[in-house]
């Protein structure tokens, strides 16, 4: 008689946002006690490296307008893999649950019935302005930060004016190609011109650049320094810190110190 296999299980690992030392030691572990690795766009080079090269490993990314898989038969994919008794390591960029569908993938896995573990990574918002030198939050600058998908279900589910006003720092995930509808949208709500803002591109990765600007000119400054994918958008008062906590990234010189004002 066949016996059958234990169901196996799956861990949706956030890798951070792409320096290999931002792993946790349970993403390394859940990584090093794979039989199969699934891997995402985001997931660098360099922690890719660090995948045994005995273990199978797959690219399975979602790279803007290139969805290698949909996510339906990804998530199919991982029950089936689970259920033949494979315990998988799923690797995302940054954290699974920050705008990274990990949340899609661990319903359709608990509803088939197959163990889910989250590792939970340092993501993107937290790692790069990190490395940039700007701080979330500041006493006098950000009582708060809100992070935000520029990819959302639709343009209208945004509530601009609370955005506008809030006071808290901005980080816009996935905000490369809509700088202008951000830049837009927050001018017509009465957010200040002069609004410091940085672009912050291949953050804490060996070619991270900083560039910064000022809220009415957010959208020039992707043409005027060629910024590309992955970057995040920050914007608030925060982002003068840098000058002072990170100057070698600084690609712009800040003409307008509020702080110093
Ligand atoms: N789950 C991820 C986010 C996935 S959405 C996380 O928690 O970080 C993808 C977006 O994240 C990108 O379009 C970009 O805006 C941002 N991003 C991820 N890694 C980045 C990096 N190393 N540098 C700059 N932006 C990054």
């Given at each position: 008689m066949q016996v059958k296999k234990p169901t196996g299980k799956v861990s949706i690992v956030g890798a951070g946002p792409g320096d290999p030392d931002l792993l946790t030691v349970k993403a390394i572990r859940a990584i090093e006690t794979a039989d199969l690795i699934l891997f995402d766009h985001l997931v660098s080079e360099e922690i890719r490296d660090l995948f045994p090269p005995t273990v199978p490993a797959f690219y399975v990314g979602k790279k803007k307008g290139q969805h290698s898989i949909a996510q339906k038969d990804l998530n199919?994919?991982?029950?089936?893999?689970?259920?033949?008794?494979?315990?998988?390591?799923?690797?995302?960029?940054?954290?699974?649950?920050?705008?990274?569908?990990?949340?899609?993938?661990?319903?359709?896995?608990?509803?088939?019935?197959?163990?889910?573990?989250?590792?939970?990574?340092?993501?993107?918002?937290?790692?790069?302005?990190?490395?940039?030198?700007?701080?979330?939050?500041?006493?006098?600058?950000?009582?708060?930060?809100?992070?935000?998908?520029?990819?959302?279900?639709?343009?209208?589910?945004?509530?601009?004016?609370?955005?506008?006003?809030?006071?808290?720092?901005?980080?816009?995930?996935?905000?490369?190609?809509?700088?202008?509808?951000?830049?837009?949208?927050?001018?017509?709500?009465?957010?200040?011109?002069?609004t410091p803002v940085a672009f912050i591109e291949n953050g804490c990765r060996a070619d991270q650049r900083v560039m910064q600007g000022h809220l009415y000119e957010l959208a020039e400054l992707v043409d005027r320094y060629g910024i590309e994918s992955p970057a995040l958008i920050v914007v608030g008062d925060v982002v003068t810190l840098a000058a002072q906590l990170q100057p070698e990234f600084i690609h712009s010189q800040f003409s307008d110190r509020r702080l110093s004002a």
């Amino acid at each position: 008689m066949q016996v059958k296999k234990p169901t196996g299980k799956v861990s949706i690992v956030g890798a951070g946002p792409g320096d290999p030392d931002l792993l946790t030691v349970k993403a390394i572990r859940a990584i090093e006690t794979a039989d199969l690795i699934l891997f995402d766009h985001l997931v660098s080079e360099e922690i890719r490296d660090l995948f045994p090269p005995t273990v199978p490993a797959f690219y399975v990314g979602k790279k803007k307008g290139q969805h290698s898989i949909a996510q339906k038969d990804l998530n199919s994919l991982l029950v089936k893999k689970a259920l033949a008794g494979k315990n998988i390591c799923r690797v995302k960029g940054g954290d699974p649950y920050v705008f990274g569908r990990g949340g899609e993938e661990a319903l359709a896995l608990t509803q088939a019935g197959i163990t889910v573990e989250v590792v939970p990574g340092i993501t993107a918002a937290s790692g790069c302005t990190a490395y940039a030198g700007i701080p979330l939050t500041h006493r006098g600058l950000a009582q708060g930060c809100t992070f935000i998908t520029a990819h959302g279900e639709t343009e209208a589910d945004l509530n601009w004016n609370a955005l506008a006003n809030v006071r808290h720092t901005l980080v816009f995930y996935m905000g490369l190609s809509k700088a202008s509808w951000i830049q837009n949208s927050l001018l017509e709500h009465g957010m200040p011109r002069r609004t410091p803002v940085a672009f912050i591109e291949n953050g804490c990765r060996a070619d991270q650049r900083v560039m910064q600007g000022h809220l009415y000119e957010l959208a020039e400054l992707v043409d005027r320094y060629g910024i590309e994918s992955p970057a995040l958008i920050v914007v608030g008062d925060v982002v003068t810190l840098a000058a002072q906590l990170q100057p070698e990234f600084i690609h712009s010189q800040f003409s307008d110190r509020r702080l110093s004002a």
